[in-house]
Each structure stands twice: as structure tokens, then as C-alpha cells.
């Protein structure tokens, strides 16, 4: 299997506070990976970095054999990395499918007019949301936020995607929908990093996990080893508990 | 239909407004010119301001930009190709100011277009005096009022079409990402730099125009006259006034707030200036998004509350 991502050392500091530390990790074509730790080791940064929207401090990425790090997230969008955000990005003055619209008019595809417009209600069915797509973006619910958040990363026709706590804030019921619809995702052979805390989806979702803590990479490998790491057990429940 | 209905009214206005001068005396072309003149100022600068919310003061510097340059090339560039020549003019000054500018946000953005402004207008006094030796220009060009007033006519129409046409085109999306969350439109692969500054230019380069078409109206120009803060000021609480996120907004606002300056300038000569600060601190405070929007949500509530109180029909 060949690599899609390829990161190397990748470093960030803010000021004093080095929040990502010299982190290595690969990701294969066609994985689902689970990137984990607890609140503040730097996953949502790492993320960050992928994407485009922070420039590292060090380090390198790499998508395919082409290295991505320090270029702006425009660009990199169009390499075809699409990411969902921790706290729901929607455009509020736009309509549902509007949303949709504007990756697929910038994004990969070019697509505008009627065309766009169809593609863009194909991506709200798959997420569920296609009833939606004339209403304004601000009157959704949070988690109809969160599906047409979705449904604009994937208008975007990434090879990479990369979901930021997707799952967080779902009931039981939606979260067995959101389980699936990753999953279909999947199978289409879009390569998914996501960030969760959700052990239920880690364990459903991730052939392997890596996990970082304050900032480093603990842990790195089949889910199940990852999550019985003795360094990664007590990085979420505190060392007193070791 | 109605697409087809508001581009007859479009067409209409515009030929109506076209037959003014055959009408009107010259008291009422001077004041066509200078409606005209204000209300394509204002929507060129909401074309770029209102979408972006960058609140931008260098509307003199590009308006004086288009002027002096009709007064310094009048005797030297035939007619026609001097418009060109300063839209030119105006746009590399656009491309070299917004490469520079567009990065600044917020406050910082209004504070280096006003310094824009008052630079430009510096270094064009450093030069007459210095290098030329003298400070004042006599543009002498063989343009009746009339023809001035029909080319800003022209002017206005293709500005409003412009706007019209970004409106329903994909940059025209582009611009409302960026106003709603610049990291989303990055994000969607948006280019935002280059969305801003192929709208600085347009609008740039429509003001440069207006500049440029209304400089023979003075026969004599200086610096204080053509670099005006004052006309910056304007074109901005115009707009504001009426709305810059809306095609009409910037028309609605300059109309009426233009004829109210030239009343004030007429009648209150001395106070003028304490006025136009009055006023200007009453709309954005009492409008800030603009007389459209205001009306627009009131006419809302008031349909509600008629509905509301439609006697009920008997069975
Ligand atoms: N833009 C930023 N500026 C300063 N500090 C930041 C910024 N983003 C994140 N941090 C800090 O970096 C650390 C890692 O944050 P984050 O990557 O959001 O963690 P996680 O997603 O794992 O919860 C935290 O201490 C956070 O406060
Ligand atoms: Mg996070």
C-alpha cells in the first residue's frame, strides 16, 4: 500500500508553548486512522497544520510524494485535502446548499450553475440534509450544522479527509448514522484522519490509532494495542492510576 | 419575468435619464453631473467595501488620481485615450496598493487608505512645486457639460451592470465566503487575495473614471481640490446610507444625501462641515446596515401585524 500523508517531525509552538513536538506519523491510502489524546496534546493543531491553516514551525508534510507543509490552505485544499472544523464553520448568509456551492465552484471540481447545484444536493442527501437546502445556513441545529459541514468537505472530492471531532455531541441514534456514513465515506477510498473521543466510533471506525499527549506521539498502532498502551492508559487517566 | 422586467426598468431609467440634458437647463446638468458622478462613486465603492467590510477612505486618492491626470496629459493625449491613460494609471495604482494593503484588516486598513490618500495628494504638491513650479493645472478640453454628463451616465450604467453581473457569478460567491468566514473560503479553495484585489481594481479603476470625466468641469485644478477628503467621506456615508451589500443600496443613499449637501453647502456654508459630521455619526448609529435593510425589516413586522389583525372571515 502506498502513503498518502506523510508527516515528519512536524513541530508548532506558540510563543513559549510548544503544542505539537516533533511528531512523525503515516498514513496509507484508503486507512481511517483515529489521531487521540487528551484535551490540549495538540490534535486539533495537527489538523491545523494539514490543512493549511497554520503554517508549522517545523518539520515536514507531505501529500503523495509531494510535500504540502508551508503552502497556504487554498492551495493545499486543492491537492485535495478537506477537512470539518472542532467548532462548526457554516456561512451564515448563505443557504444550505449554498454552502455546498462554494467547494464545489473553487474546489477541484469547478462546477457552477445547474450543475453545481445538483451535485451539491447529492452531497446533502448522503449526509441526510437535502430537505434543508434552501434554508438558510444559520437556522440549522448545531448537528445539521455539523452534517452540512460534511457535506461541503465532501463536495470538495478530497483523497484526504480530515474530521475534527465530527462525532462529538450526537445521540446515540445519530451517532450509529454518523458511524455509517464515515464508513460509506470510506468506501468510496477517501483516506479519513479524525480525531475523536468517542470510544465506541475509535474502536468501529479505526483499523489504527495514534496518540499523542502535551503535545508528542505516545503511541502508534493497531487500535486495540494503542488503546491498551500503558503510557497511553495513563495519559487519560492520570498517573496516580498506573 | 421579473429578470426580464427589472433589466426593461433598467433600460428605461437610463434612456429617460440620457434625455435630461435636452430638457434641463444648465443649473440642472451641473446638478445631474454631480449626482451622477456621487452615485457611481458609491456604488463603485461599495462593489468592493461592501461585500469585504473593508472600509476604505482612498476613494479621493483614486477620484484626484484620474483628475490630475486629465489636467497634467490634457494637451498632449487626444481626448479618448486620456480616459484610457488614467484608468491605466489608476489601476496599477490599485494592483500596487491592494498587493500591499489587503493583508491589513479592521481598523488598520481604513488608517492606511486615508494616509493613501493625503500621501498621494503630498506627493502630487512636492512635484508641481518642486518640479514643474507651480502649483495649480488649467485643463482646457473642448467637453461640453452635456457630453461629461452622458459619459458618467455611461459610467453608472456599466458600473451598475458590473455589480449586477459579480452579484450571480461565481467571484460574486466567492465574496460572500470570504465576508461570512475567510478560513472557510480558504478552506473551499478560494483564493482570497486575488479575489480582493481583482475587486480594489475594478472599483478602483471605476472611481479613477469618474475622476478622470469630471476634471473639465473645473478649468483649474490643485491638489487640495482634486485629493478632497471630504469627497472619500461622502461616497462612504453614502453608501453606508443605503446598504452596501445590496446593487440598489449606494444609489438610494447617494440621491437623496447628495441633493441634502448641496442644500447645506448653499445654505449653511460655514456649518457645512459640522453638519456632514452630524449626520454621519446619526447613521451609523442609527442605520448601520443601511436604509434598506431598515425598511426592509420593518415593512416585515408591520405585514405581520396587519395579518395579524385581519378580521376573521365567517363561516
Ligand atoms: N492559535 C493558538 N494560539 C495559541 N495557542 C494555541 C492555539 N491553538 C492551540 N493552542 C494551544 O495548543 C495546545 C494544543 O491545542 P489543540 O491542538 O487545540 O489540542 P486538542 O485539539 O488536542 O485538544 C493547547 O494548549 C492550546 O491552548
Ligand atoms: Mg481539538
Known sequence: ?????????????????????????????????????????GKTTVMNMISGHLAP????????????????????????????????RGLPSLTVAENVIAALAFGRQKLWGQAARTEALSRLDEVGLAHRADQSAQDL??????????????????????????????????????????????????????????????????????????????????????????????????DAHA | MSRILSSALFIVIVAALACVPFVADSYGVTLGIGMLGYVTLATAWALFSGPTRYVSLAT??????????????????????????????????ALVVGLSTLRLAGVYFVIFTFGL?????????????????????????PVTPEGIYWQLLGLAAITFLI???????????????????????????????????????????????????????????????????????????????????RLTGPLLGAVPLFLLFEWLSANFPNHYSIILGLIFIAIVFILPRGVLAFAEENWRRWRKTEIKNLPAVAE
Open chain 1, 141 to 238: 441545529t448545531y448537528i445539521d450544522q455539523k452534517r452540512m459541514e460534511l457535506a461541503r468537505a465532501l463536495a470538495a472530492q478530497p483523497e484526504l479527509l480530515l474530521l475534527d471531532e465530527w462525532l462529538a455531541g450526537l445521540n446515540p441514534t445519530e451517532l450509529k448514522t454518523g458511524i455509517e456514513l464515515i464508513r460509506s465515506i470510506q468506501k468510496r477510498g477517501v483516506t479519513i484522519l479524525l480525531v475523536e473521543h468517542v470510544m465506541d466510533a475509535i474502536r468501529a471506525l479505526c483499523g489504527r490509532c495514534v496518540v499523542m499527549n502535551a503535545g508528542r506521539k505516545i503511541a502508534d498502532g493497531p487500535t486495540a494495542e494503542a488503546l491498551a498502551d500503558r503510557e497511553v492508559i495513563n495519559a487519560y487517566l492520570g
Open chain 2, 60 to 93: 479621493v486618492a483614486f477620484f484626484g488620481i484620474g483628475a490630475y491626470t486629465v489636467a497634467v496629459f490634457s494637451e498632449t493625449i487626444p481626448y479618448p485615450l486620456l480616459l484610457v491613460t488614467a484608468g491605466a494609471i489608476g489601476l496599477a495604482v
Open chain 2, 117 to 141: 490618500a493625503e500621501l498621494v495628494r503630498q506627493l502630487v504638491t512636492w512635484y508641481e512645486v518642486n518640479v514643474t513650479g507651480t502649483l495649480g493645472r488649467y485643463i482646457f478640453l
Open chain 2, 163 to 245: 455589480s449586477w453581473w459579480i452579484g450571480r457569478s461565481r467571484i460574486g460567491l466567492a465574496l460572500k465566503v470570504i465576508g461570512d468566514d475567510e478560513i472557510v473560503a480558504a478552506h473551499c479553495g478560494i483564493d482570497i487575495a486575488r479575489v480582493k484585489l481583482a475587486l480594489f481594481a475594478i472599483s478602483s479603476v471605476i472611481i479613477t473614471l469618474v475622476g478622470a470625466i469630471q476634471a473639465p468641469r473645473w478649468t483649474y485644478v490643485e491638489p487640495t481640490i482634486a485629493f478632497n477628503p471630504t469627497i472619500s467621506f461622502l461616497t462612504l456615508i453614502m453608501a453606508l446610507l443605503g446598504g452596501a451589500h
Open chain 1, 1 to 41: 500500500m502506498s502513503e498518502l500523508l506523510t508527516i515528519n517531525g512536524l513541530t508548532k509552538r506558540f510563543g513559549g508553548l510548544t503544542a505539537v513536538n516533533a511528531v512523525s506519523f503515516s498514513i496509507h491510502r484508503g486507512e481511517v486512522v483515529g489521531l487521540l489524546g487528551p484535551n490540549g496534546s
Open chain 1, 57 to 88: 514551525t517545523g518539520g515536514t508534510i507531505a501529500l503523495g510524494k509531494e510535500t504540502i507543509s508551508g503552502l497556504a490552505a487554498n492551495r493545499i485544499a486543492l491537492k485535495g485535502v478537506a477537512r470539518t472544523f472542532q467548532l462548526v
